[in-house]
């Protein structure tokens, strides 16, 4: 009996306590409702989103997640574009300039759309779906811009369906 608490049990009850302690205060599991950011992350993906990462550290084309006040503090998965003080344009045929110049998007469903213009205020970001014909984004909110105090974390890791386990970019 002692073989078995101390083989066992022991064991068990650590990696048990670990994997609570990680997933309550280093990373959290967000399931995708929607095929915004199709073929990146498909509707019912499963995603480990490290909460420990600064935002300091953003780099556009990221994977983010964040809550949204427009959409009753919603959390929201999306592709970061524009960084604070860029000035980012939509063209009509869908291509995004970050400052005039083009943004190099392959991951980027396109879609027409009408000329728009956002200046990202300073400690804010603006995000964009992937699947640009179907996503409800910045494109389309009253106010376009997430506060960096409303960025959860950067998605890391796709952990189901398992045939398309692994990293997220």
Known sequence: M?????EWVVPITIALVIVIFLNKFIFIL??????????????GDRLYVNELFKIED????????FKSDELE???LVKRLIGLP??????????????????LDEP??????????????P??????FGDNRPISYDARYWE????????????????????????TVE
């Open 2 to 6: 002692r073989y078995l608490i101390k």
């Open 30 to 43: 967000v399931t995708v409702p929607t095929g915004s950011m199709e073929e990146t992350i498909m509707p």
């Open 58 to 65: 953003a780099k556009r084309g990221d994977i983010l997640v």
């Open 73 to 75: 503090e919603k959390r």
């Open 85 to 102: 003080g860029e000035k980012v344009t939509v063209k009509t045929d869908g291509s995004v300039y970050i400052n005039d110049e083009k």
């Open 107 to 120: 991951y980027a469903k396109e879609a027409e759309y009408e000329e728009k213009e956002f200046t990202v």
């Open 122 to 127: 300073e400690n804010s970001y603006l995000f």
């Open 143 to 166: 106010n376009p811009y997430i506060n960096e105090s409303k960025i959860i974390g950067k998605v890391l890791f796709r952990f189901f369906p398992f045939n398309r386990i692994g």
